[in-house]
């Protein structure tokens, strides 16, 4: 066991966390949970690559990869939608996690290189599902909500190339956000919402790089 690998078990402790928390009724931290093991996430390959990794650390990473971006965002969708369209919902969320374990045995498996994933990262897609939920009920509907799920699933099992953020730019940026929306919640939720939508917009951006890489 390295460092890294520890931070990679608080990534599996936050999909854990967040999924234990929606058993008695939804609350807006698990979406939260998700997104601070999306930053453990990130971190744990920094400090892989600065420092050093285990032999364990790529299938450790895939596995807590599949707790946090894959189970826990579905539970967070379905306990948010409640009765609502349950059905169909529900075939949209597992159509979502069966394309995220395909994403990570596929990433286990092949891999396109240091600077670039083969297909969307699973983590973007939690963090996308989580952005999500977290604009508030006022932006929420199924029908939404499932063609959200259709389309992360497809992109994680397709080819289309995403590279890896390396600019510090950026992540500052979205760390701000993440940070902004933290604090949004335990200050003033209301301005949560309004971040998540901030944080949707980066995402969106992100989803669609590799179509405006290859117009550009």
Same mark, same amino acid.
């Given at each position: 066991m390295k460092l890294a690998d520890f931070v990679t078990l608080l990534n599996a402790l936050c999909g854990t966390g967040a999924i234990l928390l929606l058993l008695n009724e939804f609350t807006y931290i698990a979406p939260i949970l998700v997104l601070i093991g999306a930053v453990a996430d990130g971190l744990? @390959?920094?400090?892989?690559?600065?420092i050093s990794s285990s032999d364990i650390g790529d299938n450790l990473d895939s596995l807590a990869d599949v707790v946090s971006f894959g189970l826990a965002p579905i539970v967070i969708l379905y306990s948010f939608n409640g009765e609502k369209g349950a059905y169909l919902l529900a075939a949209a969320l597992c159509f979502?996690?069966?394309c995220g374990l395909l994403r990570l045995a596929r990433f286990n498996t092949v891999q396109?290189?240091?600077?670039?994933?083969? @297909?969307?990262p699973i983590t973007a897609g939690g963090i996308i599902l989580s952005a999500y939920v977290l604009m508030g009920e006022a932006y929420f509907n199924k029908y939404v909500a499932a063609i959200l799920l259709l389309i992360a699933g497809l992109l994680m099992i397709s080819n289309i190339t995403y590279q890896k953020s390396r600019d510090t730019k950026t992540l500052s940026v979205i760390a701000l956000v993440f940070m902004a929306i933290i604090a949004s919640f335990v200050l003033q939720p209301i301005y949560m919402h309004y971040f998540a939508i901030i944080l949707m917009t980066l995402m969106t951006i992100y989803v669609i790089s590799p179509v405006t890489k290859r117009t550009t």
């Open positions: 744990d @390959g920094h400090i892989a690559r600065c979502y996690f069966l396109t290189g240091f600077s670039s994933f083969s @297909g969307l």
